[in-house]
């Protein structure tokens, strides 16, 4: 059973920073592209940034220049350092990942972004 699990999240003051992980686990035989995901209270889930195989990232507007996106092959893991926080950026993060030409989803690690 493929699992991804999200870590690093927690309270955090504006302006503050984080680093986000997500480790990928089970009966892996590829990984593509990694991506993360957040969820505000009372609004849709969207898209936050995006790393491809070959290491090519991408990311929303509303977080590019704050938030990086990279991975570590070798521990299957996707990373997500978030810096200069406001309060907007308050969510639930998710991580998906295609594994073995799948979509999968982590359960999501929340960060409260105080004022």
């Known amino acids: 059973q493929v699992q991804l699990v999200e870590s690093g999240g927690g309270l955090v003051q504006a302006g503050g920073s984080l680093r986000l992980s997500c480790a990928a686990s089970g009966s892996i035989s590829s990984i593509g592209s990694m991506a993360w995901y957040r969820q505000a209270p009372g609004k849709q889930r969207e898209y936050v940034a995006l790393i491809g195989s070959s290491g090519t990232t991408n990311y929303a507007a509303s977080v590019k220049g704050r938030f990086t996106i990279s991975r570590d092959n070798a521990k299957n893991t996707v990373y997500l350092p978030m810096n200069s926080l406001p309060p907007q950026d308050t969510a639930v993060y998710y991580c998906?990942?295609?594994?073995?030409?799948?979509?999968?989803w982590g359960q999501g690690t929340h960060v409260p972004v105080s004022s």
């Open positions: 998906t990942t295609v594994i073995n030409r799948g979509a999968y």
